[in-house]
Each structure stands twice: as structure tokens, then as C-alpha cells.
């Protein structure tokens, strides 16, 4: 089974300004691509320093051309937030100006908060979500739309742009729970979970099981913060202060509406108790045998980096990202732990 690596990013506010901070991702889009990851995705976050690119189509406009081979989408555009029309027409101009490039997750929004900044009951985002993704199905795939729900309503709809990628582009899903995979492995999509090792194997162990089966073999994988620095005590020193700054943009309007987020718990520290391998900073050496043990346990296909968060600075990032991409991606293998369909 082979082993794929990605790249996964809030765009986080680190604090630097706004022009500077776009251009050092892009310029980190740029180095992931010259390093042979397969995909960049992006995050979408509304009205918090947690998400610095709430439009992702407009900021994945610029890694299109920024780049020659990289993968990129969103993981994931929060559907009920957009008119399905206008995302059709979005997928499918990135698709055609990457040269088929674009993949794309779709998700309802794990923040209910953000929702209902825009005015959307998060009581029937779910709902929303499931009629939401019909709608962007049939759009992608026929000329004219016709569609009718509790929530969306078509009829006749021509559809000029296309994309370039058939049937569609590549899909996405964010999976925490093991009935969480059973759409996704019905219908093809790719899955990723920030889940711990033990966890993620039962997610992918579930997933296979409800595998619809494909000619391409989907991906099954987890996210981590990972820091890679020549020594385990300069890497950990800058993931502790860069951690400290994504966790108060992670809680901050949980924090400010007195409420927790659902599902998901980060420690204070990078290497607090309760991360159980969520985060793993060393050397080239400690990080490949972390993460070999972790892919080992897990069973997953792809590896998915948080390589840029909080303060950290581009050359720290673009210094660790050089670090894993030339020590410990070629030496990093899968391990086939459940059977293939």
C-alpha cells in the first residue's frame, strides 16, 4: 500500500500583517510542490484569527498559479454557507484554471457558532449539507440543472462552465466517529481525521468495510502538527510557542460565547497531556519513528502535515517542511492492516 503526504492549513493569523502572511503561504504552496507533496488543503473558518482565508476558492485562485503540480482544495467549503450555483461555478473555474488539480471536501461546519454569524440555523446545517451535496453532484456532472429539496430549488438551470476533471474532481470528508465514514466509503470519498492512532484505525477499519470499491483507491488518513528541526529541543521549542498561538485562535469565540467545541480537545501545551500523538516535533530521526508507529497502528494511506501554525515563521515552517520532505517522507511506508475489498 503506498503512502501519501499532504499539507493541511488553517491559515491561522500568526500576527504578521495580512499581505505579508498570504505571501509566505504562497510561497510555502510554492515549496510543497517543488517537494513532491500530493495535496495542499485548506481550511474554511468565519469572523476568527483561527481561519485567515474565509473565502477559499479566492485564496486556492492563487496556488493555482502559483503552482505546476500540487493538488489543493478545501478540507472543507462549509456548504450550507454557499448558494450551490455559485460554488458549481467555483469548483469547476479551479478545476479548469489548475489543469485539474482542484479536490474538494465538503462538510456542514464544525463551528455553530460561525453559522449563525451567517444566519443559518446550525440545527439543519446537517440537513443542508446532505441536500447541498446532491445539488453540487448533478451540477458538476450535467449542463443543465434540475433540482428540487426542502432547501434548494431548481428548474432548468444552464450551466456553462464544466469541470475539467470528470466525473467530478476528487472528494473530501472530515470523519471523527466510525458512523461518520459510512457515506463517505459508500460514495468514493477520500477521508482524514484528526484522531489519535487507535482511533483512526477503527475509522479506517469501518471505512473499508463500507468501501463501494473504485479503480482509485481512495485516501484514509489522519492530520498532525509536525515541527522538524535538526535537534528534538529546537523543534520543540518553536511547535510549544507556535502551538500556544493556534490553540488561542482555535478557543477564541468558543471562549468568548462560553461554550466548548464538540468532539475535538486540545491540551494547553504541544506536548500536554491528552494529545496522544496529535503533535509531534524532533529531529528528522524522532519524527519518521513516531510517525512510522503511528501509520503502523492506524492502518492509514496518507499523512496529512500542519506544518505552518501559529507564529511560526516562514523559514521555520519552510526549514521543517525541507527536514520532512527529504528524511522522513522517502522512508515512511504503509502497512496494509485490513483487507483489501
Same mark, same amino acid.
Given at each position: 500500500?503506498?503512502?501519501?503526504?499532504?499539507?493541511?492549513?488553517?491559515?491561522?493569523?500568526?500576527?504578521?500583517? $495580512?499581505?505579508?502572511?498570504?505571501?509566505?503561504?504562497?510561497?510555502?504552496?510554492?515549496?510543497?510542490?517543488?517537494?513532491?507533496?500530493?495535496?495542499?488543503?485548506?481550511?474554511?473558518?468565519?469572523?476568527?484569527?483561527?481561519?485567515?482565508?474565509?473565502?477559499?476558492?479566492?485564496?486556492? !485562485?492563487?496556488? /493555482?498559479?502559483?503552482? #505546476?503540480? =500540487?493538488?489543493?482544495? +478545501?478540507?472543507?467549503?462549509?456548504?450550507?454557507?454557499?448558494?450551490?450555483?455559485? =460554488?458549481? *461555478?467555483?469548483?469547476?473555474?479551479?478545476?479548469?484554471?489548475?489543469?485539474?488539480?482542484?479536490?474538494?471536501?465538503?462538510?456542514?461546519?464544525?463551528?455553530?457558532?460561525?453559522?449563525?454569524?451567517?444566519?443559518?440555523?446550525?440545527?439543519?446545517?446537517?440537513?443542508?449539507?446532505? *441536500?447541498?451535496?446532491?445539488?453540487?453532484?448533478?451540477?458538476? #456532472?450535467?449542463?443543465? $440543472?434540475?433540482?428540487?429539496?426542502?432547501?434548494?430549488?431548481?428548474?432548468?438551470?444552464?450551466?456553462?462552465?464544466?469541470?475539467?476533471?470528470?466525473?467530478?474532481?476528487? =472528494?473530501?470528508?472530515?470523519?471523527?466517529?466510525? #458512523? !461518520?465514514?459510512?457515506?463517505?466509503?459508500?460514495?468514493?470519498?477520500?477521508?482524514?481525521?484528526?484522531? +489519535?492512532?487507535?482511533?483512526?484505525?477503527?475509522?479506517?477499519?469501518?471505512?473499508?468495510?463500507?468501501?463501494?470499491?473504485?479503480?482509485?483507491? +481512495?485516501?484514509?488518513?489522519?492530520?498532525?502538527?509536525?515541527?522538524?528541526?535538526?535537534?528534538?529541543?529546537?523543534?520543540?521549542?518553536?511547535?510549544?510557542?507556535? @502551538?500556544?498561538?493556534? =490553540?488561542?485562535?482555535?478557543?477564541? $469565540?468558543?471562549? *468568548?460565547?462560553?461554550?466548548?467545541?464538540?468532539?475535538?480537545? @486540545?491540551?494547553?501545551?504541544?506536548?500536554?497531556?491528552?494529545?496522544?500523538?496529535?503533535?509531534?516535533?524532533?529531529?528528522?530521526?524522532?519524527?519518521?519513528?513516531?510517525? #512510522?508507529?503511528?501509520?503502523?497502528?492506524?492502518?492509514?494511506?496518507?499523512?496529512?502535515?500542519?506544518?505552518?501554525?501559529?507564529? $511560526?515563521?516562514? *523559514?521555520?515552517?519552510?526549514?521543517?517542511?525541507?527536514?520532512?520532505?527529504?528524511?522522513?517522507? +522517502?522512508?515512511?511506508?504503509?502497512?496494509?492492516?485490513?483487507? /483489501?475489498?
Amino acid at each position: 500500500m503506498t503512502l501519501a503526504f499532504g499539507v493541511f492549513d488553517h491559515l491561522d493569523h500568526s500576527g504578521a500583517p $495580512l499581505r505579508e502572511f498570504y505571501e509566505d503561504r504562497l510561497k510555502l504552496a510554492e515549496l510543497y510542490d517543488r517537494l513532491g507533496f500530493y495535496c495542499y488543503h485548506v481550511a474554511e473558518h468565519h469572523s476568527t484569527p483561527l481561519g485567515m482565508a474565509p473565502s477559499p476558492s479566492v485564496f486556492l !485562485s492563487a496556488v /493555482a498559479q502559483r503552482t #505546476q503540480r =500540487l493538488n489543493f482544495g +478545501p478540507l472543507v467549503y462549509t456548504l450550507p454557507l454557499y448558494h450551490p450555483i455559485r =460554488l458549481i *461555478e467555483e469548483i469547476c473555474m479551479l478545476d479548469q484554471m489548475s489543469g485539474g488539480r482542484f479536490q474538494f471536501g465538503v462538510g456542514k461546519g464544525i463551528s455553530p457558532i460561525e453559522t449563525r454569524y451567517y444566519g443559518i440555523d446550525p440545527d439543519k446545517s446537517a440537513k443542508m449539507m446532505v *441536500e447541498a451535496f446532491e445539488v453540487l453532484m448533478r451540477g458538476l #456532472q450535467h449542463r443543465r $440543472l434540475d433540482f428540487a429539496g426542502e432547501f434548494y430549488n431548481f428548474k432548468d438551470v444552464p450551466l456553462e462552465v464544466e469541470p475539467l476533471q470528470k466525473p467530478h474532481p476528487p =472528494l473530501w470528508y472530515g470523519a471523527g466517529t466510525p #458512523q !461518520s465514514v459510512e457515506r463517505p466509503a459508500g460514495t468514493g470519498m477520500s477521508i482524514v481525521t484528526n484522531a +489519535p492512532a487507535a482511533t483512526a484505525r477503527t475509522l479506517v477499519e469501518h471505512y473499508w468495510k463500507h468501501h463501494a470499491g473504485d479503480a482509485k483507491r +481512495p485516501k484514509t488518513g489522519f492530520t498532525r502538527h509536525i515541527v522538524v528541526a535538526d535537534t528534538d529541543e529546537a523543534a520543540l521549542a518553536i511547535a510549544r510557542r507556535g @502551538y500556544r498561538r493556534w =490553540l488561542a485562535s482555535f478557543m477564541k $469565540l468558543w471562549l *468568548e460565547h462560553g461554550t466548548k467545541p464538540v468532539g475535538v480537545m @486540545y491540551p494547553a501545551e504541544f506536548d500536554g497531556d491528552g494529545m496522544n500523538g496529535r503533535a509531534i516535533a524532533g529531529s528528522p530521526q524522532t519524527v519518521l519513528r513516531e510517525l #512510522q508507529a503511528q501509520v503502523d497502528e492506524s492502518g492509514v494511506n496518507y499523512v496529512l502535515c500542519r506544518l505552518a501554525f501559529g507564529d $511560526l515563521t516562514y *523559514e521555520e515552517s519552510r526549514r521543517s517542511a525541507e527536514l520532512f520532505a527529504g528524511h522522513v517522507m +522517502p522512508k515512511l511506508h504503509a502497512k496494509e492492516t485490513v483487507p /483489501a475489498e
